[in-house]
């Protein structure tokens, strides 16, 4: 991540905060993902989906995912167990959770906008 600014008081009461600027958007066969934040204890990215797409089946040893659908519709499959397999549509200001061990996988209803909270990516 690139600082724009810096005022270094040691982080005294009249510190003023650093700014950056957000990684450099990842394409992806589906859209892209711009990682805006990311900290030893969160990161928040903007993922863009194109309508029709999918991304991969995925799940997280330790990460736990918040979505929030800032645009479009998202359709999310679950699957749970050895082959159970559930979804939940999500739609325009809409938020869900996902913890981790949750295998899911995200389908693009419509261009959708995402706008996704989570613990850090230490997944390996």
């Given at each position: 991540m690139e600082k724009i600014n810096t005022m270094d008081n040691n982080y005294g009461i009249n510190s003023i905060p650093e700014t950056y600027k957000p990684f450099s958007p990842l394409k992806k066969y589906w859209g892209e993902i711009t990682t805006l934040i990311s900290t030893e204890d969160y990161c928040l990215k903007r993922i863009f989906m194109r309508k029709d797409s999918q991304s991969s089946l995925e799940f997280h040893v330790n990460k736990k995912e918040s979505y929030y659908i800032e645009s479009g519709k998202l359709k999310i499959g679950f699957r749970i167990g050895r082959a159970i397999n559930k979804s939940k549509i999500i739609n325009k200001g809409e938020v869900i959770h996902i913890n981790p061990g949750l295998m899911h996988m995200?389908?693009?209803?419509?261009?959708?906008?995402?706008?996704?909270?989570?613990?850090?990516?230490?997944?390996?």
């Open positions: 995200r389908i693009a209803l419509e261009d959708t906008v995402i706008i996704e909270v989570s613990t850090k990516d230490s997944d390996s």
